[in-house]
C-alpha cells in the first residue's frame, strides 16, 4: 500500500513537471535577437518582424518573427525557427503572409520547429 502511494505522489510531481516545462516551452519566452527585415501588410494594418537570435558556442543561429498590429500596437511571436539565419517575407493577402516558405494567418496562425 506504501509503495502505491509513492508511486502515485512521484506521477502527480513528474504530471505537474511537464506541465510547468510545456508551458515555458511556446512562442511567448523567445531571446528577441536583431531585426534583420521587416514588412507592411498590402494594407498597412500588420507589420511581420524579422529577428536573428545569435547562436553561441552551444547552439545555432534561430529565426524570431513577431506580428505588429498598427492599430493596438499589439505584437505576439508568430515564428520560430532553429538551424536559421536568413529570412524571406511575402505578403499574399492583407492578413497571410509566407515566412521561409511557411504560409501564416498573422490572426490565428504560429508556426515552431519544435513542434513541426
Not at 62 to 75: A, G, I, N, Q
Request: charged share 25%.
Amino acid at each position: 500500500m506504501q509503495s502505491k502511494r509513492i508511486i502515485t505522489n512521484f506521477l502527480a510531481v513528474l504530471m505537474i513537471m511537464l506541465c510547468a516545462f510545456l508551458s515555458g516551452c511556446g512562442l511567448d519566452n523567445l531571446p528577441k535577437g536583431e531585426l534583420i527585415d521587416s514588412s507592411v501588410s498590402p494594407n498597412g494594418k500588420y507589420t511581420v518582424n524579422a529577428y536573428l537570435c545569435s547562436g553561441n558556442a552551444t547552439t545555432d543561429f534561430s529565426v524570431r518573427c513577431e506580428v505588429v498590429d498598427s492599430e493596438t500596437s499589439k505584437c505576439r511571436n508568430i515564428y520560430w525557427k532553429y538551424h536559421q539565419e536568413d529570412v524571406s517575407l511575402y505578403w499574399k493577402s492583407d492578413e497571410v503572409v509566407v515566412i521561409n516558405d511557411v504560409e501564416l494567418n498573422v490572426l490565428t496562425d504560429k508556426y515552431d520547429w519544435r513542434t513541426d
